[in-house]
């Protein structure tokens, strides 16, 4: 006789892991993004100062997040190690830290001539005197002349293995059919690219405020546009996968689209409606910045609640 099972939300994954998927995809789409679009869009040495250094930042104050949530610190020691994939090459979190260190490295060696170049990263009197020491700038020169374009490849695979990871890390958990299923990558690293297309789109419209980058941020809306669809066509399929599984998917179902969270802030306010501005602003183009802003920060947030959601209708099933 099969014992009797009783469905309970899971609470050790809460908004701290939602946050550290989040930064990780994020960070990690946006270095990437940056370095392709330098090297074969357009030269753009904002793009790659804004990308590379943000992405860094992202996928360290992440990493940071999820170190100081370990129960044995210690034992971080061991996925540092790049043996690691080898030793359990189903150990998703040993393949996560090897790309992200592996990103993190990569894209700032690639962003050093930049850098190095750069008047205002020289303003600050740390980085000032670091970025003129004689070993930088020759690595920066070798970089700019002869590796550029490898290290940009490397960082850039580095980093779309960033963001399938954070996705297949949530899949490997078995017992939470929300997270079990072949989905979730998919659905993470459309995300991840998503809003790190929004927050680029933020950079230029913000900070960077040039005419000449109209057609590029025309390009990132068209992209944008892209992957919202492509969300919404997997969140639909999600409903449909979860609406006809196991009892614990279906109660993550009911949890997640009787939500108003989940219905009204993120596929609303996070899909919905950064979509129709951006549809807009490409048929007839805004006259005004503000509208595209908004657009991408409703995309910023609606990222991080799609994690959010995910964590908090985590439901498991055990015996009673």
């Known amino acids: 006789m099969d014992a009797t099972m009783s469905y309970q939300t899971q609470d050790i994954w809460t908004t701290w892991f939602a946050v550290y998927l989040y930064l990780g995809g994020l960070g990690a789409a946006t270095l990437a993004l940056a370095i392709m679009t330098n090297m074969y869009i357009k030269p ?63 894209g700032l060696l690639y962003a050093l001539p ?44 580095c980093g779309l293995g960033t963001a399938v990871y954070t996705g297949l890390l949530l899949q490997s958990f078995p017992a939470v059919a929300l997270w079990n299923n072949p989905g979730v990558p998919v659905l993470f690293t459309v995300s991840a690219f998503s809003t790190a297309l929004a927050y680029l789109l933020l950079v230029l419209n913000v900070f960077v405020q040039r005419k000449e980058d109209h057609g590029l941020q025309s390009l990132y809306e068209r992209l944008d546009l892209g ?33 108003a969270g989940w219905i009204v802030g993120f596929i609303g306010f996070g899909l919905v409606v950064p979509f129709l501005i951006e549809l807009r602003g490409l048929v007839s183009h805004w006259q005004s910045r503000t509208p595209i802003v908004l657009a991408a920060v409703l995309v910023l947030a609606g990222g991080f609640l799609l994690r959010h959601y995910f964590m908090f209708a985590g439901v498991y099933a055990c015996p009673s």
Do not use: C
Request: glycine letters at 8%; hydrophobic letters at 60%.
């Open 114 to 157: 930049t850098m190095v170049a750069s008047e205002g990263l020289k303003r600050f009197p740390v980085v000032g005197a670091i970025l003129k020491m004689g070993i930088v700038v020759g690595i920066a020169n070798l970089v700019d002349h002869k590796l550029s374009k490898l290290l940009g490849w490397l960082a850039a695979l």
């Open 227 to 259: 992957l919202i669809v492509a969300e919404m066509i997997i969140i639909f399929s999600f409903y449909n996968y979860l609406r006809h599984s196991s009892e614990s998917a279906m109660r993550s179902a009911d949890m997640l689209f009787s939500n």
């Open 44 to 106: 753009h040495k904002e793009i790659v100062l804004w990308g590379v250094l943000s992405g860094v930042a992202m996928l360290a104050g992440g990493s940071a997040l999820l170190f100081i949530h370990l129960l044995n610190h210690i034992a971080a020691w061991h996925v540092l190690v790049p043996t690691a994939v080898f030793n359990k090459p189903d150990a998703w979190i040993a393949w996560g830290v090897q790309f992200i260190s592996g990103m993190m490295i990569l």
